[in-house]
Each structure stands twice: as structure tokens, then as C-alpha cells.
T-cell receptor, first 110, second 113 residues
Framework: SQQGEEDPQALSIQEGENATMNCSYKTSINNLQWYRQNSGRGLVHLILIRSNEREKHSGRLRVTLDTSKKSSSLLITASRAADTASYFCATDRTGNQFYFGTGTSLTVIP | DTAVSQTPKYLVTQMGNDKSIKCEQNLGHDTMYWYKQDSKKFLKIMFSYNNKELIINETVPNRFSPKSPDKAHLNLHINSLELGDSAVYFC????????????FGPGTRLTVT
């Protein structure tokens, strides 16, 4: 299977703490993306990291990619209640076929 | 303006029926997608389509067929609906090879009874 697998499945933290989610995949990729899904909504793109990049930042988000281990991590710093959502990684090999996992459900407690 | 829209938002129907879900994007993207999200939140790609190429996930039953009347629309037609088709279906679009970022619609919750 080419799908990504997120870990942990669920994460609960206090507001202000950092949240780290991991993604593992099995095939070579062109890029890896992270998405957020609020309950009952569609997915929203957060950040993309290309296969030749190792780390990327966007606001309170930090993504790392280790292609040798076929893994990525998403760090959300100084979490807020509004960060409560499911987070998915998506791997892309060809530019038009994206493979998602089951996501990490993050709960940020005010 | 809604970037990617889907209709209907909810669809309840009986087994054996044929139904369609419509999707429109106003972003000028060249590629559109259909995904199925099951009750465990697993999101599976079903199709990707641009005006040149349709890529079908081999695990998708041939009861499912995408239909694209033009570049801004990709509808999903489902024949002979089964209980296992109950899920949330998402349409998405992207401008491949320049961005890869996908924009998702709000989803259509299909319930087959």
C-alpha cells in the first residue's frame, strides 16, 4: 500500500503545549503534504515539503522529512484550542495521485 | 466565493439506486479528484482527472464513474448503490506540477439504506 500512516491516532494536550505527529510511508515520493480537517469539513492544506528538503516552517508549524526512514513529522508549537482537528499526511509520487492515511486526531484543551 | 463546491451535502438513498454527486471548482485548476472517507476517517483516492488523463484507483468498483463535462466540473456517478458505499465523498482540485496543493470541497455524506 502507498498510503501514509499517522501516529499517534489520537493526541490530547493542554493549550500552549507543543503537539507532534508522525507519518510513515512505504514508497519513494516527490513530495509530502500535511492537511488539517475540522469536524464535518473538507481538508485544508497546511504545508508541503519536497523530497529534497529536510525541514520546513510555516508560522507555528514545523515539518521534517527523512526520506531514508520514509517518515515525516509535523510539530505545532504553542497550541491553541482552535488547532483541535484531525491531521493527515499525504504522499505523492507522480503529481496526480495522493495517498492519505487515517490521520491523527488532536484535541487541545483550553 | 467557494473554491470547490459539491452538491448535495447529504444524500440518503436505497440500495440498488443510481446517484450522482456534482463537483465544481472555480480556481482554474487542471486536475480534479474524488476521494472516499470511511467511518474510520481513512481517506482513499478514487480518481484523478485532467483533460488528458483519467487515473483510476484499481480498487474502485466499476460501478463508480467520473464524468467531466468541462474542465471546471467532475461529477461522480454511482450505479447500483451498496451499503458499503456509505461514506463521505470529497472532491478536490489542484494545479499539478506547479503547486500540488489540493483544495477540497466540503464533502457529500452518502448514506445507503
Amino acid at each position: 500500500s502507498q498510503q501514509g500512516e499517522e501516529d499517534p491516532q489520537a493526541l490530547s494536550i493542554q493549550e500552549g503545549e507543543n503537539a507532534t505527529m508522525n507519518c510513515s510511508y512505504k514508497t519513494s515520493i516527490n513530495n509530502l503534504q500535511w492537511y488539517r480537517q475540522n469536524s464535518g469539513r473538507g481538508l485544508v492544506h497546511l504545508i508541503l515539503i519536497r523530497s529534497n528538503e529536510r525541514e520546513k516552517h510555516s508560522g507555528r508549524l514545523r515539518v521534517t522529512l527523512d526520506t531514508s526512514k520514509k517518515s515525516s513529522s509535523l510539530l505545532i508549537t504553542a497550541s491553541r484550542a482552535a488547532d483541535t482537528a484531525s491531521y493527515f499526511c499525504a504522499t505523492d509520487r507522480t503529481g496526480n495521485q495522493f495517498y492519505f492515511g487515517t490521520g491523527t486526531s488532536l484535541t487541545v484543551i483550553p | 466565493d467557494t473554491a470547490v463546491s459539491q452538491t448535495p451535502k447529504y444524500l440518503v438513498t436505497q440500495m440498488g439506486n443510481d446517484k450522482s454527486i456534482k463537483c465544481e471548482q472555480n480556481l482554474g485548476h487542471d486536475t480534479m479528484y474524488w476521494y472516499k472517507q470511511d467511518s474510520k476517517k481513512f481517506l482513499k483516492i478514487m480518481f484523478s482527472y485532467n483533460n488528458k488523463e483519467l487515473i483510476i484507483n484499481e480498487t474502485v468498483p466499476n460501478r463508480f464513474s467520473p464524468k467531466s463535462p468541462d474542465k471546471a466540473h467532475l461529477n461522480l456517478h454511482i450505479n447500483s448503490l451498496e451499503l458499503g458505499d456509505s461514506a463521505v465523498y470529497f472532491c478536490a482540485s489542484s494545479q499539478v506540477r506547479t503547486s500540488y496543493e489540493q483544495y477540497f470541497g466540503p464533502g457529500t455524506r452518502l448514506t445507503v439504506t
